[in-house]
């Protein structure tokens, strides 16, 4: 998958704990991008960051979720209070840069974190 | 309000015959496509992509074709072979939009039968 880093690959919490998904983008991608796929389902946008900046969070409940990408190390999706809806599994994706020669850059996507809440 | 839809949730080809994925969409924004292909525990691969000012992009034994006034784009896979199987997913995205994120279908469980 391109090179895009995900840990951990399994992540297994309690009602009530807190989820750590860490994303690191391949060399040179600057955007980062997390999506969820429920059971069954598509993917689903949840956040698009650059380094230091959230850029659309649209995607993302407003509670319980956050995400930041710093200026040094990798992104993080952070998950409070799980419950069990959170189940699923979290994919990153990043590209090099948004479309600025007019062509959109393709993503490439992580192997995913399968997060199971108990 | 789902924006990309592929409505056929599978798809059985036999080994070396066309594979013809569908996906529909909405959103008169779109204008950049892609498909990805994607394994069980695994990510989405990339696999072919196309912008609205073409009707057709062609990589190796993947053929996008894009119909706008439809809003109707499928994936030919020819010929098709085991390792093809897998979940395909269409996504697309607007350029004009705030950011780049992929709109997904819901995907397409292709079986190649040897």
């Known amino acids: 998958n391109a090179g895009v880093m995900q840990n951990p690959r399994h992540l297994v919490r309690r009602r009530g704990q807190e989820a750590r998904l860490r994303c690191s983008p391949m060399?040179?991608?600057?955007?980062v991008y997390w999506y969820r796929q429920l059971p069954e389902e598509g993917l689903k946008f949840m956040v698009y960051?650059?380094?230091?900046?959230?850029?659309?969070e649209s995607g993302m409940p407003k509670e319980r979720f956050s995400a930041e990408f710093p200026k040094e190390g990798p992104s993080i999706l952070r998950i409070q209070q799980v419950v069990r809806g959170d189940s699923a599994a979290y994919f990153c994706?990043?590209?090099?840069?948004?479309?600025?020669?007019?062509?959109?850059?393709?993503?490439?996507f992580g192997p995913g974190t399968r997060l199971t809440v108990l | 309000d789902q924006q990309v839809k592929q409505n056929s949730p599978s798809l059985s080809v036999q080994e070396g015959r066309i594979s013809i994925l569908n996906c529909d969409y909405t959103?008169?924004?779109?204008?950049?496509f892609l498909w990805y292909k994607k394994y069980p525990a695994e990510g989405p691969t990339f696999l072919i992509s196309?912008?609205?000012?073409?009707d057709k992009n062609e990589d190796g034994r993947f053929t996008v074709f894009l119909n706008k006034s439809a809003k109707h784009l499928s994936l030919h896979i020819v010929p098709s072979q085991p390792g093809d199987s897998a979940v395909y997913f269409c996504?697309?995205?607007?350029?004009?939009?705030?950011?780049?994120?992929?709109?997904f279908g819901g995907g397409t469980r292709v079986l190649v039968k040897p």
């Open positions: 994706a990043s590209s090099p840069n948004f479309g600025t020669s007019g062509i959109m850059d393709t993503q490439y």
């Open positions: 060399k040179g991608h600057s955007h």
């Open positions: 960051l650059q380094k230091e900046n959230i850029i659309d």
């Open positions: 959103n008169s924004m779109f204008d950049y």
């Open positions: 196309i912008s609205s000012i073409k």
């Open positions: 996504a697309a995205s607007a350029s004009k939009a705030a950011g780049n994120k992929l709109t």
